[in-house]
T-cell receptor, first 116, second 113 residues
Framework: AQKITQTQPGMFVQEKEAVTLDCTYDTSDPSYGLFWYKQPSSGEMIFLIYQGSYDQQNATEGRYSLNFQKARKSANLVISASQLGDSAMYFCAMRDSMDSNYQLIWGAGTKLIIKP | DTAVSQTPKYLVTQMGNDKSIKCEQNLGHDTMYWYKQDSKKFLKIMFSYNNKELIINETVPNRFSPKSPDKAHLNLHINSLELGDSAVYFC????????????FGQGTRLTVV
């Protein structure tokens, strides 16, 4: 069965430091996509970055990059030079071809707090 | 322009009432969803709607029903509201069935008293 695991319920990081948010996944489908979303305290869900299972390179989007280790089935989000505005919940999600619902499978989220 | 908009943002209502949450997307996407986020922030799919095909999560009570007047709209109707229905409800849309990201509305915080 498809599954997403985020093992860090919460993290405190000093401003300007880099932070890695962990995500491991499980699927038997060779074709899948991995997503990271940010949910600030205001509540909206903001798409950050996407990694396809066949992508040869790790995805990057500004200060966000994805450390994709396919053999380990991990897709960790790296935020460089963290800012106070990065404080939020972060969700890892996956969609594969086996799910007829076209739905995203979600992790439980990591609450990131950036300290000044 | 807002890509996915849902209204209202906040909804407080009494037990037993019937309420609706509206959702509209202007992205031209062909798939829309409703998610429920509980107090522990866990996101759970309720419905997905693609090309007039509705796929229902079997754990969703039949008091919840989606209504799609056209491809750009997927409204959520809830009958006989219960205390346990209190949550944040998100509408989302995506293009196709591939590995494309879903865009979310701002969420509707429903409080049943």
């Amino acid at each position: 069965a498809q599954k997403i695991t985020q093992t860090q319920p919460g993290m405190f990081v000093q401003e300007k430091e880099a932070v890695t948010l962990d995500c491991t996944y499980d699927t038997s489908d060779p074709s899948y996509g991995l997503f990271w979303y940010k949910q600030p305290s205001s509540g909206e869900m903001i798409f950050l970055i996407y990694q396809g299972s066949y992508d040869q390179q790790n995805a990057t989007e500004g200060r966000y990059s994805l450390n994709f280790q396919k053999a380990r089935k991990s897709a960790n989000l790296v935020i460089s030079a963290s800012q106070l505005g990065d404080s939020a919940m972060y969700f890892c999600a996956m969609r594969d071809s086996m799910d007829s619902n076209y739905q995203l499978i979600w992790g439980a989220g990591t609450k990131l707090i950036i300290k000044p | 322009d807002t890509a996915v908009s849902q209204t209202p943002k906040y909804l407080v209502t009494q037990m037993g009432n019937d309420k609706s949450i509206k959702c509209e997307q202007n992205l031209g996407h062909d798939t829309m969803y409703w998610y429920k986020q509980d107090s522990k922030k866990f996101l759970k799919i309720m419905f997905s709607y693609n090309n007039k095909e509705l796929i229902i999560n079997e754990t969703v009570p039949n008091r919840f029903s989606p209504k799609s007047p056209d491809k750009a709209h997927l409204n959520l109707h809830i009958n006989s509201l219960e205390l346990g229905d209190s949550a944040v409800y998100f509408c989302a849309s995506s293009q196709g069935q591939g590995h494309t990201e879903a865009f979310f509305g701002q969420g509707t915080r429903l409080t049943v008293v």
